[in-house]
């Protein structure tokens, strides 16, 4: 089926971001860096999905204002559950997490932002066929696609050697449920669906930066803190420009 082929195509562009991920002889300030802009790419992904979401939770259904008790209750269960099932992890964990638990708890958190973008372009690919606005929504996919390796490779961005499979099989848990949502908005696809998804992707998401931005911030070096602010701020505006596509 075409529709489920083009998902994977947008699922699989994560792997885009492998080769730089995986260069050697990176030093300690581009590391830094890249560990901020991966941090900045996911803030930006957590205001987009949430952005989609609120659509549907803000619906102006009392002139103008008012919002939707149904969907607002389904979403805010879905947010709540994708953080604090994470945060259970973490407490039986005891809140260390190595770095390949970290990198697998970034790929659950973006695995659930793809599988909304799966089930978008799935239903659309159903509803208007895949020309005009789906071929436009699969472009800009798979470009933001191909920026999402580098939060989940960035536990390992100071030392790559012997990680290639354990990144790679990081990226694939992150990428393939874009092919699952693909394949579930050709056949079915409801509004409540979307909210689950998009609140367990906000949640999931949000448990993930937390970890990112204690390890970001706690620099005492003046030039670390500036190369934290800087790299975040070049993050979000990458997942902003990608996002124009």
């Known amino acids: ?4 082929g083009l998902s994977a195509v947008i699922g699989f562009s994560i ?3 492998f080769p730089l991920v995986m260069r050697k002889g990176k030093n ?3 590391v830094n860096f890249l560990n ?3 941090a900045g790419i996911l803030i930006f992904l957590i205001g987009d999905v949430f952005l989609d979401a609120a659509g549907t939770l803000y619906n102006g259904s009392l002139y103008g ?6 969907y607002d209750f389904v979403f805010a269960v879905a947010l709540a559950t994708g953080f604090l099932v994470l945060f259970g992890a973490g407490n039986r964990w005891k809140m260390v997490l190595t770095p390949t638990q970290l990198a697998l708890v970034i790929a659950l958190g973006i695995a659930f932002q793809n599988l909304t973008e799966g089930l978008l372009f799935g239903a659309l690919s159903v509803g208007i066929g895949l020309t005009g606005t789906a071929l436009v929504v699969l472009l800009g996919f798979t470009f933001q ?4 390796g580098f939060p989940i490779a960035s536990p390992f961005l100071e030392s790559t050697e012997g990680k290639g499979a354990v990144i ?3 990226l694939f848990v992150g990428g393939v449920p874009t092919i699952l949502g693909g394949a579930v908005g050709y056949f079915y696809n409801t509004t409540i669906l979307d909210q689950v998804f998009y609140g367990l992707a906000v949640g999931t998401m949000l448990y993930v930066i937390l970890p990112m931005l204690r390890h970001l911030l706690s620099a005492s070096d003046p030039d670390k803190l500036q190369t934290a602010y800087a790299g975040v701020f070049v ?5 902003f420009a990608v996002n124009l596509l």
């Open 1 to 4: 089926m075409e529709a489920v």
């Open 15 to 17: 792997y885009l971001s």
């Open 28 to 30: 300690q300030r581009s």
């Open 36 to 38: 901020a802009v991966a």
């Open 65 to 70: 204002y008012g919002s939707s008790p149904t």
């Open 145 to 148: 696609n191909s920026t999402e």
């Open 168 to 170: 790679a099989g990081a």
């Open 235 to 239: 993050g979000f505006i990458l997942g």
